[in-house]
């Protein structure tokens, strides 16, 4: 069984790092499940990350570049596009520059590879309420009207059925897609336990400077080991330091992101 992961990017070479570092700790125990990873980058112009494309520096499967910028859900849905024309792999996995994975996402991962799952999102965010909850695969689910694009599983079959029907446009794409779906019948769910943490704080859909308490987050999240919480707290912190946008300290404490979990539970 074959899964692409799709990373959406632009000017965020410092988060994709950080971002390409967790996927390469994580730990595939499904000896039948090939993994590839797409970039997908949308007209970048960081010198550094223009050096580290040059010379394909991740080894990734393939890199597509936009020719003109096309916003985050022009670059999502190109993408999208880009799967189903070039790729023969049975499930799409939309990552973002911004996202950090735990140790436990390749078990969870693999229960619903199994069960031929539709559509399953292993971001549980803050921005999108619940409906209600139930079990499927012995792991506990949130059943919602809409989930984000980013932290999604997708069949190839689901996804074909998005771009059929689903019109892209400049904001908002994954809450159409979400309303397509759920009026024709299909459950949108996300694991209770989000597997993926945001680390980006500002963006075309989501941004802490823009939505203030209302930031997306991930909740229910947690690393399985203290010292990986420690390194995505330093990590953290080198990256907004060197933002130079606002002290990293005040970000992490008034976002109500993950980390302020983090840093409690390594002081304890």
Same mark, same amino acid.
């Given at each position: ?121 292993? !971001?549980?965010?803050? *921005?999108?309420?619940?409906? #209600?909850?139930?079990? $499927?695969? /012995?792991?506990?689910?949130? =059943? %919602? ?93 080198? !990256?907004?330091?060197? *933002?130079?946008?606002?002290? #990293?300290?005040?970000? $992490?404490? /008034?976002?109500?992101?993950? =980390? %302020? ?8």
């Amino acid at each position: 069984m074959e899964i692409i992961f799709g990373i959406t990017h632009y000017n965020r070479f410092n988060l994709l790092k950080i971002c390409l570092d967790f996927l390469d700790n994580l730990s595939f125990k499904n000896s039948n499940l090939i993994i590839k990873i797409n970039l997908y980058d949308d007209a970048s112009n960081e010198l550094e990350f223009a050096d580290f494309i040059k010379y394909n520096r991740y080894r990734f499967n393939r890199i597509i570049r936009n020719e003109e910028n096309m916003g985050s859900t022009g670059n999502i849905y190109n993408m999208y596009i880009d799967f189903l024309m070039n790729e023969t792999a049975e499930f799409f996995f939309n990552m973002d520059c911004d996202l950090v994975v735990s140790e436990s996402f390749p078990s969870a991962l693999d229960k619903f590879l199994k069960n031929d799952t539709k559509l399953i999102s292993f !971001y549980n965010s803050s *921005s999108h309420g619940r409906k #209600s909850l139930k079990v $499927i695969n /012995k792991e506990l689910v949130v =059943i %919602k009207d809409h989930i984000g694009s980013a932290g999604t599983l997708f069949s190839r079959n689901c996804l074909d059925d998005i771009i059929l029907n689903v019109p892209s446009r400049q904001i908002a794409y994954d809450w159409d897609w979400s309303s397509y779906l759920n009026k024709n019948g299909n459950s949108i769910y996300s694991t209770y336990r989000s597997y993926f943490l945001h680390i980006g704080f500002s963006g075309d859909n989501n941004s802490i400077f823009q939505l203030g308490n209302g930031f997306d987050r991930a909740l229910n999240f947690f690393f399985d080991s203290k010292e990986k919480s420690k390194a995505t707290y330093v990590q953290l912190k080198t !990256y907004l330091n060197k *933002s130079n946008i606002i002290d #990293s300290e005040l970000i $992490i404490s /008034k976002s109500q992101f993950m =980390i %302020k979990k983090i840093i409690l539970w390594l002081k304890a």
